[in-house]
Every structure is written in C-alpha cells, then in structure tokens.
C-alpha cells in the first residue's frame, strides 16, 4: 500500500483495530456475518481469553539474529505457520472476492484453504495460487458432493479439507436478526452446476441457515470418510475436532491431518475454547498425524502458543476478511504480514530461531 498519500488513513496497527476499521466500510449485515458466532458467543470470547491466558516462558542469550518461519506441511513448502482458514462468500467484502485472497496468499507464500461457499468459482481460485486446499461441505446430492472434490483434485488443489462440526448449523442470532442473504449478483457459485448457487431471503430467518438445513447432508458419518478416500489421492483433513477421540478415529480412518476448531465459535456455543481442547488432541494423535488450530489467533504470541502446544500450524479465518474488507490483497498482505512480523518479533524474544525450535518448554 501506498503509505505517503497525505489523505491516507494510518494503517491499523494490529488485528484488533483492523477489524474497527473493516466495521466501518462494510455493512452492518456483513460485518455481523463476520464477526458473530452461535447464540451468546461464549466460545467465540473463550478462543481469544483461552490463548491470552496461556504465559510464555522465554528463554535468554540464545543468539536469536538469524530467523525463520517456514514449514513443510503435508507435502508442500509453507512460508509461515499461519495458514489462510476457510471462510465463505469473499466478494461481500471486495469485489475481487476469493481471487484477491488467492493473490495475498500467493505473495505470502501461505496455504489458502477455499471455502465450498466461495463467490469465486474454485478453478479460477486455484490459477492464481498453486497452495490452495479445498474445504468440502457435504451436501445430501452426493453426485454436486462428489463432482466439488474432482472439480478441487483437477483444478490443483493440495488437499480437500472436509469440515466436520457444521453439517447442523449453527444458530447466529446476528444472521437471523439481520436477516442475512446474498446480494444481487453475488452466489455460492461452486454449487451452481448443481443448482445451488442461490442463498434464500426469508422474512423470519438467516437465508444461509435455510441453505445449510436444506441442502447439507446430516447422514454425514465416519463410514462416509472411505468412499472420499477412494474418490481422490489428495490428502484429506478434518476440520472441526475437539474430543481427543474423534482425533484417534480420524488417525485410525486414514485422515491425514486435523484441524483443532469450533468454527470460530460459530457452531456449537459453549463448546470449549480451541487452546483449550487442543493439548489433549495432541496427545491423542501422539506425532501419527500433523495438528491444526484455528479460532481466536491475533496475536504473533499465540502462533508460538499454539506451535509449543503441539500444533504444526495455526489458521487464522476473521483477520484474512477484514484485510480483504479494508485494501483487498494489499490489505490481507497487511494484515497477515503484521501477524507474521509479530511471530518473529516474539520468536527472538523466546529465544527461538524457527517454527522448529519451539517447544512446550516455552509454556509457563
Ligand atoms: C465469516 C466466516 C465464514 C466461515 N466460513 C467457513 C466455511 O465456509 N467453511 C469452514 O470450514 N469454516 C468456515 N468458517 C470457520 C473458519 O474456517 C475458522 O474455523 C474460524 O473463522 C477461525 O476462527 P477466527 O476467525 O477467530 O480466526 C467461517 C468463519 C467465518 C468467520
């Protein structure tokens, strides 16, 4: 961005301020989509209270001059932790929509994991970025369910990221209040060829709630993971999990890594905070399979948390929309780039040099 203009604002200087910033050039029925959880948002508050009550233990003369962030994660080369999470409908925030999340994730050098609901078709997703996961919604028409994951696989996507805890939506009274649609113009365009590009507008309810409770498909169980298995040779994570159980079965089923989220505190309320549920799942996995995390990270601190914790990687969902909201890729770059400057700023300050020396040693 160009930071001499004199009319220009000041860019936000963290997460937190980027987000007022994003609430004031969105509308109120899209800032609320976006910002808002289940009922009253009380795993939405723990995701963020739980990593700030986490200490960390730094260590000193360590020689921290030189440092580094980049990870091997699933087959690929990442140039961070701090991956790209799945969020819907991208062309409410900028009219570029996913293509411009593509564009920072490409610069960044990052994973973008694209959402089912994008408004950007995936294959034009995928041209601009050759890190892109694909993030499945199993609808009950098996055959669209079934053509989303051959449409990801021959696009070029480097995995399919099946989420698990959103087949039953859950119930934002923000959505339902505002009534949330999609604009003129603007669809869940992966799902057209099946017909299911539309999100109604009812009067008494979330057009999107209406989308999900007619269309996806609550059968979902662990028997359906073999027939995905057998329908691509991409890697396959589950998004979602939060009982270390569920992660020994995603281990025992061939799953290939697994997201420690609640949806950003969008599904279940109550359910616990991610930092929270994260140490058993670790545990549960015991090094078989990588562990993601997602859900209140906005702070570089908290990507060296969650890594000392056990997780290979961190997602971050909001921040990537609000940068998106603000100054499209320049402004995603920005935001990601300030979380990034962050988590070296704190790596010296622990006394580690790269995503790998970070141990649970550092947790106070
Ligand atoms: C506006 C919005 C839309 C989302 N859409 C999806 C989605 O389409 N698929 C999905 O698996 N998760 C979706 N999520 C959940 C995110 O992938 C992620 O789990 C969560 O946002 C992480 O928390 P954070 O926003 O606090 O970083 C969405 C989250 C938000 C805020």
Redesign the pocket.
Known sequence: MDDSSPNRQPWPLNLTDLEEAAGSVLSQMVFD??RGGALDEITLRR?RAAWEEISLRYRVLCDVSTRRLDIDLLGSHVTSPVLF????FHRLAHPDGELATARAARALGTVM?L???STVPMEEVCAEHDLVWF?L?VYKDRGLTRDLVARAEAAGAKAI?L?VD?QMWGRRERDVRNRFHLPDGIQAVNALPGGFGEMPERAAESGLAAYVAALFDLTLSWRDLESLRSQTSLPIVL??IVHPDDARLAVDSGIDAVVV?N??G?QLDTAPATAAALPAVVAAVDGRIPVLV????RRGTDVIKAIAMGASAV?????V?WGLAVGGDRGIEQAVGGILGELDEAMALCGVTSPGDITSDLLG
């Open positions: 989509y976006y995701n999470a799945p969020t819907a994991v959402s089912t609901l993030q919604y990221v989420t959103a998004k979602g989220s949806h950003g969008r997602d859900g209140g990270i997602l971050i969902g909001r921040p929309l």
